[in-house]
């Protein structure tokens, strides 16, 4: 291993003991936001192998912030943009026209600036058959389509269900048949625009280890 590879590694190693320090402290913000950085090195780095490791504890540090929003109960409703105070409780929020994708992740990056776990769906202008298109922006955009909920008065299930949808959405735009290594960037591409879903972090962590084996590479460790 090249000396600068074995620094890199060790970068990672580092980031990856205090994302999962910061998850056993509950501290979920930071858990998220160092293990991301971890898995971005990694994902430079083509190490397949951290990038799988890392990827646990990230989905974990998500999974309990997404948790976090939707136990509390609260759901709003936006059509202009909040105040600089904003939020300021967790909870679950829907951006609509005239409002759009872009200013949902923005409102995403304000919630993780401030520490305050939230759930944010962007939904489009309804479609003629009366379904909600619903889009995330980011490294990529995805969208799709879901029932608008009963009453058209969105529930945090209701929430946790289009982010569910999104993410399956993101999944099934990245072809299978294509090769391990590619699979790894375009899940990437899709992860870093979507958080909110477990599994698309689990097909990331398949792909990473296919790339592994196509390799013929055991793992990629320090020292």
Not at 42 to 69: F, N, S, T, V, W
Not at 112 to 140: L, M, N, Q
Not at 147 to 171: H, M, Q
């Amino acid at each position: 291993m090249s000396k600068i590879k074995a620094t890199t590694s060790e970068r990672i190693d580092a980031l990856m003991e205090r994302a999962e320090s910061a998850l056993q402290n509950t501290d979920y913000f930071t858990a998220e936001s160092v293990a991301a950085s971890a898995l971005d090195l990694a994902h430079r780095g083509l190490d397949y192998d951290r990038m799988a490791r890392i990827l646990m504890p990230l989905e974990e540090a998500r999974r309990q912030k997404r948790l976090l929003a939707a136990d509390a109960g609260f759901t709003g409703r936006m059509t202009t943009l909040p105040g600089d105070d904003w939020p300021d409780r967790p909870g679950c929020w829907l951006v609509e026209p005239p409002r759009v994708g872009a200013d949902a992740r923005e409102l995403r990056l304000r919630a993780d600036e401030r520490g305050v776990p939230a759930i944010v769906i962007c939904r489009e202008p309804e479609t003629d058959s009366g379904a909600w298109p619903i889009v995330a922006i980011g490294v990529k955009t995805v969208r799709t389509t879901i029932a608008p909920p009963s009453g058209n008065t969105p529930s945090p299930s209701w929430f946790v269900e289009a982010a569910e949808a999104l993410g399956d959405a993101a999944i099934n735009s990245v072809d299978p048949a294509r090769p391990p290594a590619s699979r790894v960037d375009n899940l990437m591409a899709v992860l870093q625009t979507l958080r909110d879903h477990d599994r698309l972090h689990q097909a990331l962590v398949d792909a990473c280890r296919a790339a592994l084996r196509a390799e013929g590479t055991p793992t990629r460790r320090a020292g």
